[in-house]
């Protein structure tokens, strides 16, 4: 389907005389804009030839990769991340509220999100079975309230099911439950 045109005249940099596109502008100088910010058409310096050969956050001395950061720094640009944080300031973070549920900066979790937090019953859970949970767990609050994260509140939920619907396949599948959460009750039975 083609663009609808809805803006009228001509581009509004001086001596273009092409149709305007957006923003007021033609096509060539609105996709100039977008990349590098300005309109002129005059010669584009690129990062690596500006000068600039460290990174430009204070206390860095590595070489720059994009926009005058480091690849560390730039990495940490590109995903909205804070890396610079360290151990003693994330008690100053404190927990995060995202969908009623508590959620606290811990970035060295394997299952921390980008940002580098993880859901508090999740890491309350975890602590009582002794090990991380796998990705088909789940944990439910039994009274309903995502804020009550004591121990007595919470509940490991699973939602991996078997692949087939054969007795020896159900078989299989049970001893590899009974493996994972009751491996107490499989050495009366071997």
């Not at 009228?8 to 590098?36: F, I, M, S, W």
């Not at 950061?69 to 944080?85: G, I, P, V």
């Not at 975890?126 to 509940?155: A, C, F, S, W």
Request: overall charge positive.
């Amino acid at each position: 389907m083609a663009k609808v045109k809805t803006q009228v005249g001509d581009c509004t940099v001086e001596e273009c005389a092409e149709p305007k596109y957006a923003h007021n502008l033609c096509r060539k100088h609105n996709q100039r804009r977008y990349k590098t910010g300005r309109t002129d058409l005059g010669p584009r310096v690129a990062w690596n030839k500006s000068g600039i050969e460290i990174c430009i956050m204070d206390d860095c001395n590595n070489k720059h990769l994009a926009k005058g950061l480091c690849s560390t720094h730039y990495a940490a640009f590109r995903s909205f991340m804070d890396k610079d944080r360290t151990l003693e300031n994330r008690a100053k973070i404190g927990p995060q509220k995202e969908k009623e549920y508590i959620k606290l900066y811990r970035p060295d979790h394997p299952f921390a999100s980008k940002q580098g937090f993880v859901k508090e019953h999740r890491l309350v859970m975890e602590e009582m079975i002794g090990r991380y949970l796998e990705r088909h767990e789940t944990v439910h609050h039994k009274n309903g309230n995502r804020q009550d994260n004591r121990p007595k509140n919470l509940e490991l939920w699973s939602r991996r099911q078997p692949p087939g619907q054969r007795v020896e396949d159900k078989v299989e599948y049970a001893i590899e439950i009974l493996k994972l959460y009751a491996p107490d009750l499989l050495k009366g039975g071997n």
